[in-house]
């Protein structure tokens, strides 16, 4: 329980302040309130004076345990002027007895002489058995000026039995005294709780106190996602981060009874390297945190997008060819949290080993029983000690280092967990992998065969990437370890991505999400090349962070690594064709018009067979799953599985040759035979409204159900109409709108859609031959319950409805969606428009990438209606931060635009709105259209609708 040893005169003078606090005392003696204000005023210009010279100091030297313990020595400084003032000057308790003092110490966080910027004060006033009068006025007294001072201020005023008898039954408070610090005061008191808590507290009681911070660990890793990877991640609570640490300086002062972490390598728990590692890892966190605190001038303890770049900036990261200098960063940031990941390892099981040398003989006799050592058939270098696969000797390692990667196959096949004695001997050994071990033949097939265990793969690859194994066994694979890439979609590293799409294809192989996958479940089976499949899965990002497209590097990295895997020829091009192509499938399926045949025909000529189309399905699957919660959704699942089934009726020659005329004929007729319980008018009536576009692609289930909304709106004599319908499985509300067709028609919906807060994905758009626009639009799902998100989807199309009927106007509504919205400051993402009229036959493919933002669909339809374009389908697709949109649009006559100073109009126009510039046409907009009273068909000029050619 030990005062700051080390001073830090550039940060306080501490001679001058309380000498302004003698003169604010004989000055205003007679005033109290004079007094206190004074006094409060010293303080606060102190308190700014000495933290900005923290920060000063900060940025000139960059140790951040350095900043933490001046800052913790500055409060310290502040506190003592401030009790002898108390006591001194207001209470006049200078002359107290001894045995009448009361002693403030430093608790928590604080109690370890570091404090962060923005952190919590916690402060244990100590009481003697017989209080004085003035004892618990003064501390209020001390307690308020520090509140008023802005502090947040965690405090406890207790006697030294209070203090004994609480920490017998509240972990909490245990932690908190084993962390207690004398600031001031009675040094008697706080030596005699030091003392009293030593022997009646701790003594023999080290596995209880152990227990009880790994359980709160363990929870604390939960509640944070369970992963040190996640890419925004709390510096002070989440995995590897500085609780964790704190966990482990709690547990040695506890079990092994010493002050200063250094003494851990005395004891031989930490070797000097371990221990400096441990040094240097608290130094780069205290450092990430102090800055964070800083720049925010709050307690934040989440590294957020928006202040990465700031932080990475203020710690000294440039940027290298092929990652950005927050992204070296951060790189830099998960390997320091994997640090600590390892350091625990090592300290638990030298732990664990300590424990067990000290129970007493009855219980050691029967913990060696129940935990008896036995062989495991079929290896003489490993023992299962527990259920825990563990070394027969300390020296399999250097004896033959294959065995670094044996370790991992046999606790594989015998389904044993790891022992921490043995981790930490690989942890030791990782220097033992050299080129020869990498070519090894044995050591190659033995780690094929644990990526495609039918156990769990996934579990297995963790354990050799948490060690260092994997990223020393592949070294392509170790330089994404901790990679993180700064964007809003992503949510773990490159490496965590990695693993848990092994795990996801692992889930599918076995069966195991039949509910969520249930054509790749069924497609898996007959995958002809289930090996390959793992590989490409396993490293199909493993080129991230390069200056070149990471899939075509990704391509050669396998086609070097794959043969040393043991791979034939033929497997190792599977595999490069599967990570050059990882991304096509997504991309393809939710940025093109799948009713448009060249879209199939395009992609069906990339893909050539049915094999690489069924793993490419899979792939594509597993990785987006891996991007992290919430990514994944019905939709996405439902346009992969159109794309494979109309990919692999082509592939398969299923595709029909019938002139699309006869076939548009067809579908017509079926939809009358269909509507035989309508009056024969009624059937020719609504069959006659649809064009060849519609007819070919909409379902003879959704005709059925329009031709019904239809007729209903006309016998109401309703020019507007809506009705929902919402999918739970594909995750998807539809609304469908009946409306007087307008050019600007799906710019207005897109605007209501905005201002009701839903996001729209894709949007079928056709004209009746009456002049009617039926555009059905796609929603993605917020409620899981039916009814829920019906009401849901019904109060978004009134708002289609009030807005296209002028009873609300869009801009209005628009303005009032975003007013206390965050403009996301923390991306940049360059807006680029893409004009192609190779991706189908009729129509004019317009792809738009830029930042995404409320509203920006509605702005950018309607850019594309005041150019004169019909926009015969739209696809919607958001990748975190970044949207990629896709029109498929014609001219108002139906063809292609084909001239290129209409091109270069267009990109010009969009990019404008995209960069959220002034456009006096797009000012024009109008605010929605209102619906002719009397007629249900106005007449208007037809947009052109989306077809299968």
Avoid at 241 to 250: A, N, Q, S, V
Avoid at 737 to 753: E, K, M, N, T
Wanted: glycine share 6%; charged share 25%.
């Amino acid at each position: 329980m030990t005062i700051h040893e080390t001073s830090f005169p550039d940060i306080l003078n501490v001679a001058a302040l309380r000498a302004k606090c003698s003169f604010i005392a004989s000055a205003h003696a007679e005033q109290r309130d004079l007094m206190r204000r004074a006094l409060l005023a010293a303080f606060k210009q102190a308190n700014l004076d000495g933290r900005e010279n923290a920060r000063q100091l900060l940025l000139q030297d960059g140790s951040g345990l350095k900043c933490a313990e001046r800052i913790s020595w500055l409060q310290d400084q502040m506190i003592t002027v401030l009790h002898d003032f108390v006591l001194n000057e207001v209470f006049d308790a200078a002359n107290a007895q001894p045995a009448a003092r009361i002693a403030v110490t430093a608790v928590g966080g604080y109690g370890r002489g570091t404090l962060a910027p923005g952190s919590d004060i916690d402060l244990l006033f100590l009481l003697p058995a017989k209080k004085a009068v003035w004892a618990e006025p003064a501390i209020e007294f001390m307690l308020y000026i520090l509140w008023d001072l802005g502090f947040k201020v965690g405090h406890a005023t207790r006697t030294i039995d209070e203090c004994i008898r609480l920490a017998r039954g509240d972990m909490t408070i245990r932690t908190a005294i084993l962390e207690s610090r004398y600031i001031c005061g009675s040094r008697e008191l706080a030596d005699e709780l030091e003392t009293r808590f030593d022997s009646e507290i701790v003594k023999n009681t080290g596995p209880d106190f152990i227990a009880a911070k790994l359980a709160e660990r363990d929870e604390r890793h939960r509640k944070a996602g369970d992963t040190r990877y996640l890419v925004e991640p709390n510096v002070k609570e989440g995995k590897g981060g500085l609780r964790d640490i704190h966990t482990l300086f709690w547990i040695a002062k506890y079990f092994y009874r010493v002050k200063d972490s250094a003494d851990l390598v005395k004891l031989g728990v930490l070797s000097r390297q371990e221990y400096e590692l441990f040094q240097k890892s608290d130094d780069f966190l205290w450092a990430v945190r102090c800055h964070m605190h800083f720049l925010t001038e709050k307690a934040e303890e989440r590294l957020s997008f928006d202040i990465q770049r700031e932080i990475a900036e203020a710690l000294g990261y440039h940027d290298h060819p092929g990652m950005t200098a927050v992204e070296r960063f951060m790189k830099h940031y998960f390997l320091v949290a994997k640090n600590v990941g390892d350091l625990t390892r090592i300290f638990c099981a030298a732990l664990e080993d300590q424990q067990a040398k000290q129970l007493p003989g009855f219980t050691a006799a029967l913990s060696r029983f129940t935990h008896r050592v036995r062989k495991i058939a079929g290896t003489l270098e490993f023992v299962d000690d527990g259920g825990r696969i563990a070394l027969a000797s300390p020296d399999i390692f250097k004896r033959d280092p294959v065995n670094l990667i044996r370790i991992f196959h046999v606790a594989d096949i015998n389904g044993l967990e790891f022992h921490p004695a043995a981790l930490k001997q690989v942890t030791r050994s990782l220097s033992l992998i050299t080129q020869a071990v990498r070519d090894n033949e044995e050591a190659n097939r033995l780690f094929i065969s644990m990526l495609t265990s039918r156990r769990d793969p996934e579990l297995i690859l963790r354990r050799m990437n948490e060690a260092g194994v994997l990223g020393r066994f592949i070294p392509e694979f170790g330089k994404i370890v901790s990679l993180m890439q700064f964007n809003m979609y992503h949510h773990y590293t490159v490496d965590e991505h990695l693993l848990r799409a092994v795990d996801v294809l692992s889930r599918i192989d076995q069966g195991r999400d039949e509910e969520l996958h249930p054509l790749a479940v069924k497609l898996m089976p007959n995958v002809e090349d289930r090996t390959a499949l793992f590989v490409a899965v396993l490293l199909h990002d493993v080129a991230k962070g390069r200056p070149e497209d990471h899939s075509s590097a990704g391509a050669r990295v396998a086609r070097k690594l794959c043969p040393r895997f043991g791979l034939t020829p033929k497997q190792t091009e599977t595999v490069a064709w599967l990570i050059e192509e990882h991304l096509t499938m997504s991309m393809v399926a939710q940025t093109r018009d799948l009713n448009d045949r060249k879209t199939i025909i395009d992609f069906a000529e990339k893909v050539q067979s049915l094999d690489r189309l069924k793993m490419l399905l899979v792939l594509t699957i597993a990785d987006i799953r891996a991007v992290g919660p919430g990514v994944w959704n019905g939709w996405k699942g439902q346009l992969l599985r159109t794309l494979y089934y109309e990919t692999e009726l082509l592939l398969s020659g299923g595709f029909s040759d019938l002139p699309r005329k006869e076939r548009a004929a067809h579908a017509a007729d079926v939809l009358y035979n269909a509507l035989s319980d309508w009056s024969q008018k009624d059937r020719k009536t609504y069959t006659k409204l649809h064009y060849q576009p519609y007819l070919l692609s909409v379902p003879l289930e959704d005709q059925l159900r329009h031709a019904r909304f239809i007729r209903e709106a006309d016998k109401a004599g309703r020019a507007l109409a809506t009705m929902v319908r919402t999918h739970q499985f594909h995750a998807i509300t539809e609304i469908t709108v009946l409306s007087p067709d307008h050019p600007r028609l799906l710019a207005v919906i897109a605007g209501a859609c905005a201002a009701a807060g839903a996001n729209i994905v894709d949007a079928q758009i056709f004209t009746t031959s009456d002049g009617r626009a039926l555009d059905t639009i796609l929603v993605n799902r917020e409620f899981p319950v039916d009814d829920d998100e019906t009401r849901r989807a019904a109060s978004i199309g009134k708002m289609i409805e009030d807005v296209l009927s002028g009873k609300k106007r869009l801009p209005e509504v628009i303005a009032s969606r975003t007013k206390h919205r965050k403009r996301n400051k923390a991306f940049t993402v360059p807006p680029a428009v893409t004009i192609s009229n190779s991706l189908s036959n009729k129509f004019t493919v317009v792809e738009v990438e830029c930042l995404d933002r409320t509203g920006l669909l509605s702005e950018i339809t309607a850019v594309l209606s005041d150019l004169s374009l019909d926009i015969a389908s739209a696809h919607i697709t958001t990748f975190g931060e970044k949207v990629i949109d896709t029109f498929y649009v014609t001219d108002l006559v139906g063809q292609k635009i084909t001239n290129e100073a209409r091109h270069s109009n267009i990109v010009a126009r969009l990019k404008a709105v995209m960069s959220d510039e002034a456009d006096e046409m797009r000012d024009r907009m109008p605010s929605g259209m209102i619906a002719p009273q009397n007629s249900h068909r106005p007449a208007a000029a037809p947009r052109k609708a989306k077809a299968d050619s």
